[in-house]
């Protein structure tokens, strides 16, 4: 078990050595006013290309031994640990560290701050105002000035994110490095939420540590701080309360919150409602599902009306579909005319409605439905959607299925597993002093998936071998 452990240490140690730089310049600093973390952080300062892109070799290098260990402490969980106490100890662990890192792949925290501090210390509507606005307005201190690359729009996010947010940023004293760490330790909290409450579920520690040590939610939901931590949380937390506790009350609550923070989990209410009364006659199996899903949306129109002025607040959050960046369609832009692009793209989500309501239809009049299968077709669409539908990817979208893939089979499971552990790959890329971050993401998706499917076939080739070296034993 001892020697098991050393797995762990080094986990530790690469989680440090990935930490040493943001201490640095904190010790230095004593402040991340004016820290450009947009694409540009670097282990050591300078505008050398080959020494940026050392840098980013170093990161990811880092990334990739710690995301090793990991693989092997989930393969060998039950002979490193005594019981799911340990577990947490060292999540609790690795998981702070991680807290600790400046966001460096990101700058949206920033954005998270201004949007929400402007609705805190100025009162205004962050749907109809932006941070630009204020500034015109001659409104200048020492957050509104770090907002960064969105300030120049309103909230793209739900009115519960907003309502967190406001609360937050309010214990900051208009400080950018407190609120920096408030919105962080929030986040840390919540992580350590969604560890137990995925016990709770599965009472696998192999689970917690799935969740709790993947390296792209320490990056994505601890350094780069971002808000769909929440989303998952209230996702999770939704299946706690239709599983464990049959209650579909708390469940449509949890639904209307984790909508509430944005809107993609609207794909996954049909799959809960469908299941909690799969044993309901057709007709009354619909009209059950019609009337909660009803239910839903008028809890998630409730918590806007404190914002509302017209009903522009309601499509606020598509300003995030309308861009393009790092799908795999923007290939498109780079290889092709626009107008083509633009034919496609009309097309697909009429296509993906049309496939995504059939598949609801399929599962209406399925009298054997299990939440098994229930997951595994939810998944399936969810990553069709991220993937393809979505003209904007981001790698932290993954993290959106998360809450449902401890459900799947292993093939599933182990394919997801594979999606989240290569999606900070390319990111070395942005370790590049000189080029543009848009030009330089346009194909990340793409990237992704083909390191994806070089470790898949890696795993099976490897399966394959041990197979026939079975065989030949026997």
């Known amino acids: ?103 460096f792949l990101s700058s949206d925290i920033y954005y998270y701050i201004g949007d929400s501090w402007l609705s805190s210390q100025y009162h205004e509507n962050p749907y109809y105002t932006s941070v630009a606005d204020l500034q015109e307005k001659g409104i200048q201190d020492e957050i509104l000035n770090n907002t960064g ?21 309010s214990l900051s004293f208009g400080k950018v490095t407190i609120a ?13 939420a969604i560890v137990a409450l995925v016990y709770k579920m599965t009472k696998s520690t192999k689970c917690m540590l799935l969740y709790g040590l993947n390296p792209l939610v320490l990056i994505e939901f601890l350094s780069n701080v971002h808000n769909d931590i929440y989303l998952v949380f209230f996702t999770g937390l939704s299946f706690y309360f239709l599983l464990k506790q049959k209650n579909i009350y708390l469940t449509m609550i949890s639904l209307a919150f984790s909508i509430s923070i944005k809107y993609s989990t609207v794909l996954l209410v049909p799959f809960v409602l469908l299941y909690y009364f799969r044993k309901e006659k057709i007709l009354k199996k619909i009209g059950y599902c019609f009337i ?28 995030q579909g309308q861009k393009y960046s790092q799908s795999i369609l923007t290939i498109l832009l780079i290889k092709a005319d626009k107008k083509i692009f633009d034919s496609i793209n009309f097309f697909l989500m009429p296509v993906f409605v049309i496939v995504y309501v059939d598949m609801l239809i399929n599962i209406c009049f399925d009298k054997k439905l299990t939440w098994h299968k229930c997951m595994k077709i939810y998944n399936k669409e969810m990553l ?14 993954l993290l959106w299925i998360l809450p449902s893939f401890i459900w799947q089979n292993k093939t599933m499971r182990k394919f997801t597993l594979i999606l989240t552990l290569t999606a900070i790959l390319p990111s070395i890329s942005y370790f590049r002093v000189e080029g543009d971050p848009y030009d330089i993401g346009m194909t990340y998706s793409i990237k992704v998936l083909i390191f994806a499917g070089i470790l ?3 795993t099976y080739a490897k399966n394959i071998c041990h197979k026939i070296k079975l065989e030949r034993k026997i």
């Open 1 to 103: 078990m001892k020697k098991n452990k050393i797995l762990l240490y080094l986990m530790l140690l690469f989680a440090i050595l990935l930490c040493i730089p943001s201490i640095q310049y904190l010790l230095m600093n004593r402040t991340v006013d004016g820290f450009d973390a947009y694409y540009t952080y670097r282990l050591m300062k300078s505008n050398n290309e080959m020494i940026g892109l050392l840098s980013g070799c170093i990161v990811i290098g880092l990334i990739l031994l710690f995301s090793l260990c990991y693989l092997v402490v989930i393969k060998k969980e039950k002979q490193i640990f005594q019981n799911k106490k340990q577990v947490f100890i060292w999540i609790a662990c690795i998981s702070f560290i991680f807290m600790m890192i400046l966001p």
């Open 149 to 169: 690359y969105w300030k120049n729009t309103t909230s793209v996010y739900g009115p519960l994110w907003n309502g967190i947010a406001r609360g937050l940023v």
């Open 180 to 192: 920096l760490f408030v919105f962080k330790l929030a986040s840390y909290a919540v992580h350590l």
């Open 292 to 319: 909660s899903g009803l239910a839903i949306v008028g809890m998630v129109v409730l918590l806007y009306l404190p914002y509302y002025r017209d009903v522009s607040i309601f499509t606020n959050m598509l300003v």
């Open 384 to 397: 069709i959607f991220i993937f393809i539908v979505l003209s904007n990817f981001q790698k932290w979208y």
């Open 456 to 458: 898949l076939m890696i």
